[in-house]
């Protein structure tokens, strides 16, 4: 029922688009997070009726959070990408009430994680 796609390995400067298709979990809030060797799962960046409420500040002007509603599909258009973005990058589902943040702790549903790579 979520399922992330759309990593690989990019070049420092590069950009990726992930997709997340999200269907039937009556989602209130989508989002993003990462997972870097060695460190904790945080959040990259949530969308909430069509609107972004969060980015981190890692991300910000850089990363766009979108969605389809027709396709229940969130998108993370990331550009500009460097070293420090590689990650495993999950995205997330936080069924009704909304939270007020964009925790890991918020969400109830995961998918699989894809890989995004950031080497020369």
């Known amino acids: 029922q979520l399922q992330a796609y759309g990593g690989g390995l990019v070049q420092p400067g590069g950009s990726l688009r992930l997709s997340c298709a999200a269907s039937?979990?009556?989602?209130?809030?989508i989002g993003w997070f990462r997972q870097a060797p060695g460190k904790e799962r945080e959040g990259v960046s949530c969308?909430?009726?069509?609107?972004?409420?969060y980015y981190a500040d890692s991300t910000k002007g850089r990363f766009t959070i979108s969605i389809d509603s027709a396709k229940n599909t969130v998108y993370l258009q990331m550009s500009s990408l460097t070293y420090e973005d590689t990650a495993v990058y999950y995205c997330?589902?936080?069924?009704?009430?909304?939270?007020?943040?964009?925790?890991?702790?918020?969400?109830?549903?995961w998918g699989k994680g894809t890989q995004v790579t950031v080497s020369s």
């Open positions: 969308i909430r009726n069509m609107h972004a409420i």
């Open positions: 997330a589902v936080r069924r009704w009430p909304p939270p007020g943040s964009c925790l890991k702790s918020d969400m109830d549903y």
């Open positions: 039937g979990l009556d989602a209130s809030v």
